[in-house]
């Protein structure tokens, strides 16, 4: 990239801030590959799961990370019912108006808001954070290499530092992480939530459960496009094989 | 010249009735119909169909994703997540969109593949091969602007990148970088012009395949053996013959649309252009859509910028005047046992680019780039012009029909003509 001075110096200026030592050392860290019941062909989320998810990220991640393409309705897709999302989406107090008098009022969230954001914008969050950004969670596993494995990867890759290596002051170790250095302190830890469906939350069960969560968020639609996906192919393939069938046919007197 | 009513053999008075007067139907049957094209085409000879199958794709695809596009600056990225999420099949409206431009350009890399190997591009289709070689540029520009749409990294910084390129043009170029971006930097102006040309520039390009395809009914196809048809014996009516081959490669087409749409979507794209465009977030390393990265890899193999860029743009332009490079008088490279290995390295020489345009630019692959880009311009500035000399060609054979018939006996009955009584 001789070609962009500016450009390259403002990568280097940023883009190394942003990436870290990591890319700049080269070195690349395997992401284990975790069984989802949302991979393959006939793919499809487990309603059990996300929604225990969304318990987690209602109690552990919504106070720093925002989901804005999110409605609450949204949530009836992953098996809560109307009464229920009515209640959470109750919580929380919106901000709407003007009214007639021309005063923006508060009132309660309904089903058919956006997921409420912990902040009112990126200076708010920044000003909380120690000047980092909680990158919304919307569309995280589709904005990261390797999806939902390293969402996974991510949430349990704290750990201490290996000799030799010097964390800066405010951030945090972590193996996935590009550059090893993240800002988010370890979000979850051994029995941190209290699943309503009682069961037991370890680290490990978390971060599954709020990785099934956010790739339903970030996928609605998965499902869906599956199941048509494998209608489409049974019916590509018998139409090809009659499409087939007639060009032979056609062409049988010339060959 | 005679006026009045055209005569019409048409046995539906409506449809004689119409083509009297406007003859669409009799055209119809000539160009598609009854239009004789040799009878020895092989599967790479569905891709010109594939391809205009794949623009009408694009082009209702795309309009029913403009009629929910916001295309502004702080808008466009929820917008296309909007589309993804609360419009009615909108995740497969846009993921045949995206995905349908990949394909597009696979099917598109595929055709241009044949008439290299195939020699289509020689006397008498230099022209159709140029007009063709407009479509390819025009697509080009069409999809890079299109990627710019969602509004996300890869697109913003895609876009800074690639206009950036302008600005190697001594005296003028910052001028030009201004001029496109309507500002300063890329920015609101940007978007909306860049979506604006994305809306128009398909129906030029439908435009220009169609003097395209007028341009094919003149001369006629080229076919697999590079030599011309000698009678009807070497050809068959399009229809039923064609139009039934052309269904069997298309539906295997759709086959290998449907996986990506359905069940990769997102893998030929770049998972940054899901975090929304921010000026002051240069992403580690910016890389174009998979099927620019032939030339990306071509830009970045020379050291200076302003020679990059003419470089990257020459490895097109070169297209242009392939016709006069290649001296040889015979098409096909079935009889051109020179030029076949010559051509089969070239096309690893692609493939290899298109890999190291995706891969930082650093050692090996700047110097795998640089080898390539060599060859690359190599075989058309020079092995080509040498070969047509050089090379001593395979006896041709003497006629379409007699190698397909094996031993040259008499055409069965109802080979040719009558085609409405098979289909």
Redesign the interface.
Known sequence: MSGFPTLRALALGLGLIAAGPAFAAGEEVELPNTRFSFEGLFGHFDRASAQRGFQVYKEVCASCHSMHLMSYRNLRQIGLSEAEVAAIAATVQVTDGPNDDGQMIERPGRASDRFKSPFANEQAARAANNNAYPPDLSVITKAREGGADYIHALLLGYGDPPAGVQVAEGLHYNKYFAGHQIAMPQPLSEGQVEYHDGTKATLEQMATDVTQFLTWAAEPEMEERKALGVKMIIFLTILGGLAYAVKRKVWHDVH | MATGLHKSDFANPVIRWVDARLPVFTMMQKEYGTFPTP?NFNYLWNFGALAMVNLLIMIVTGIFLAMNYTAHTSMAF?SV??I??DVNYG??LR?AHANGASMFFIVVYIHIFRGLYYGSYKAPRELLWMIGVVIFLLMMATAFMGYVLPWGQMSFWGA??IT??FS?FPLVGESIVTWLWGGFSVDNPTLNRFFSLHYLMPFVIFGVVFLHVAALHITGSNNPLGIDPKGPQDT?PFH??YT??D??G???Y??VF??L???F??MLGH??N??PANP?????H?VPEWYFLPFYAI??A????LG??LLMFGSIAILFVLPWLDTSPVRSMRFRPLARPFFAVWCVTFLVLLYCGGKP?EEPFVTIARVCTAYYFLYFLVILPLLGRLERPLPLPESIARP?LRGGGPL????MGKPME?A
């Open positions: 009878r929820d997540e909007r993804m999420r995740w497969l993921y800074t990148v950036n390129l190697a068959v039923p013959y039934a081959k269904s069997v298309l539906v295997v759709f086959i449907a996986v749409v359905f069940f979507p997102n998972a940054d899901y975090i002051l977030v240069t992403p580690p910016i830009l970045r020379v050291p200076d910028k990059g860029v630019p397909v069965p009955a109802g080979a098979k």
